[in-house]
């Protein structure tokens, strides 16, 4: 099993950054595919970011590049998610997620089913 627990959020103005955390533990996410889904209140869950076992390879959202960047330390079992210029449309509860079937794999998914492991969220709120 493996549980993900995300952090970082918070309440913050438009144009500010935040950096988002996702700590692994139970069993390590280092051969794993990661990624990152936000929910805005009343929207389906969306995909943002997704990051390779390696870190090699990375896919973001059409909506988040240029802003967003996921990174990886397997070394410390934590996925990140660095986001810049925040805007009020940003504002959702940010998910977490490993996809365990996608084991030292080069392939990158954005659909949410492809994962099987999810944090409880984080809440970033962005003031305008």
């Known amino acids: 099993q493996v549980q993900l627990v995300e952090s970082g959020g918070g309440l913050v103005q438009a144009g500010d950054s935040l950096r988002l955390s996702c700590a692994a533990s139970g069993r390590t996410t280092s051969n794993y595919a990661m990624g990152w889904f936000r929910q805005a209140p009343g929207k389906e869950r969306e995909f943002v970011a997704a990051?390779?076992?390696?870190?090699?390879?990375?896919l973001y959202a059409d909506s988040v590049k240029g802003r967003f960047t996921i990174s990886r330390d397997n070394a410390k079992n934590t996925v990140y998610l660095q986001i810049s210029s925040l805007k009020p449309e940003d504002t959702a509860v940010y998910y977490c997620a490993a996809d365990q079937s996608n084991y030292r794999g080069s392939y990158l998914s954005p659909m949410s089913r492809s994962y099987n492991y999810w944090g409880q969220g984080t809440q970033v709120t962005v003031s305008s």
């Open positions: 990051i390779t076992w390696s870190g090699a390879r990375t």
